[in-house]
């Protein structure tokens, strides 16, 4: 079976092929609803979002299936993982595009997986996802995605303190150079200011 460094490339072109038949779906559409108005006309956002949702309908998703469960995969793989093959992992999806936007969307459809005390290792998955992203999404990117999977794993039962300690150990601890510092990001996230005002208030709701 081959590595998922060997299998980075074909994930990667299928995900490429798949938002380009996407795209040209969606400007056939756009032209068949709206003719000679196509041309005229941006196309309001509500617009395009309808017209990307029925373009997904007619090209399919397997593509974007296959692309999700590699990102799973490679969570998972990042959480067993010595320190060189997670820095690697970090480095390596970075370079790829489409992946590494999946990276994210992963780890922000984590919470919605979480619905038993059974399901604490989708937890460390979308932590893992989190910590391959290594801040690039965004400050308040990161802090609302931890802030959800910290709601969720408390309404499933699971005590995140733990999980993101495990987590946070394997994380990017930063360089005197700069880094993102997503060891300390993820150990001490319950005691930021925006955990205070963001997500404490929250826990019993």
């Given at each position: 079976m081959a590595t998922w460094q060997e299998r980075l490339d074909g994930v990667e072109a299928g995900l490429r092929v798949w938002r380009a038949a996407v795209a040209a779906e969606a400007q056939r559409l756009r032209r068949e609803r709206r003719g000679r108005l196509a041309r005229l006309c941006p196309p309001r956002p509500d617009e395009?979002?309808?017209?990307?949702?029925?373009?997904?309908?007619?090209?399919g998703e397997q593509a974007l299936t296959e692309g999700s469960a590699f990102i799973e995969e490679v969570c998972a793989r990042f959480l067993e993982a010595?320190?060189?093959?997670?820095?690697?992992?970090?480095?390596?999806?970075?370079?790829?595009?489409?992946?590494?936007?999946?990276?994210?969307?992963?780890?922000?459809?984590?919470?919605?997986?979480?619905?038993?005390?059974?399901?604490?290792?989708?937890?460390r998955l979308g932590l893992a996802a989190i910590s391959i992203?290594?801040?690039?999404?965004?400050?308040?990117?990161v802090q609302t995605a931890l802030g959800r999977l910290w709601l969720a794993a408390l309404r499933a039962g699971i005590d995140p303190k733990p999980h993101f300690q495990a987590?946070?150990?394997?994380?990017?601890?930063?360089?005197?150079?700069?880094?993102?510092?997503?060891?300390?990001?993820?150990?001490?996230?319950?005691?930021?200011?925006?955990?205070?005002?963001?997500?404490?208030?929250r826990r019993a709701s």
């Open positions: 395009l979002a309808a017209l990307e949702r029925d373009a997904r309908k007619t090209v010595g320190p060189q093959e997670r820095a690697l992992i970090r480095a390596r999806l970075g370079a790829y595009d489409e992946l590494f936007a999946l990276l994210f969307a992963f780890a922000t459809q984590s919470p919605t997986l979480l619905r038993t005390a059974e399901d604490a290792n989708a937890l992203d290594d801040g690039r999404a965004g400050v308040e990117a987590v946070a150990a394997l994380s990017n601890k930063g360089t005197a150079g700069g880094g993102a510092f997503m060891r300390e990001t993820l150990a001490g996230f319950d005691e930021t200011p925006f955990f205070q005002r963001e997500v404490a208030p």
